[in-house]
């Protein structure tokens, strides 16, 4: 057990150190992220408006931190969550949720980016720890959340956002779908443009009750990130 905890600090270092080589250059901006995961295909298009998630996400792609991570957190008609380096070599039934790299993000929230469907954003500490709402170094959500009715939306302005949502917004969440409850409360940092029906697929999956609770009984991987040239075709 010793020497399996010390080659996964090991491990871990080198990670870290590769990952601080990494530069992104201009061309790498103007590529989308192929998420490949046992459950299927999703192509993720970063935002330019927030250029500091986008980069950090680009550098971590290209160190390959994402590759054998799990989504360990998910609920369905919400959402689906990785980005935990330990989750790589967890054992079933650990729980899960708490690493990353020794850093986090400045919060870049923008009135044009929100909660619906397919967004992919931040995941961060609560707000009595972190009162900046700044962001994970690498935990990362995609929502699925789900369709809401005009009374729906106007107990979300109410009771969570405490202001009103612009109207193309919500007819977007009418729709489309999604989590209104989190805008401007996470960083928005790209949206899905291939493998939507991945995230449903994903969310669907059974997952566990006890300490390792809302983590999938059945491990969802990510296989590989990595850059791919936009309009990359899904096999």
Known sequence: MR???????????????????????????????????NFGDMVVRLSDSTPLH???FIRLV??????????????NRFMIQGGDPESKY?????????GGPRYTIPAEFRSSLFHVKGVIAAAREGDDVNPTKASSGSQFYIVQGKVFTEPGLDSVETRRLKRRLPDYQREVYKTIGGTPHLDQNYTIFGHVVKGMEVIDK?????????PDRDRPLEDVRIIEAKLVRRNHKLK
Do not use: E
């Open 54 to 56: 986008r980069d950090n």
């Open 3 to 37: 020497k399996l905890f010390s080659l996964l600090l090991l491990l871990t270092a080198f990670t870290a150190v590769a990952q601080q080589d990494v530069t992104v250059k201009k061309k790498d901006r103007k590529k989308d992220i192929l998420l490949h995961t």
């Open 202 to 210: 994903i969310a669907a999956v059974a997952t566990s009750k006890g």
């Open 90 to 98: 967890a054992k079933p039934g650990q729980a899960l949720g708490n």
């Open 62 to 75: 290209k160190a390959k931190y994402f590759d054998s991570l799990l989504f360990h957190r998910v609920i």
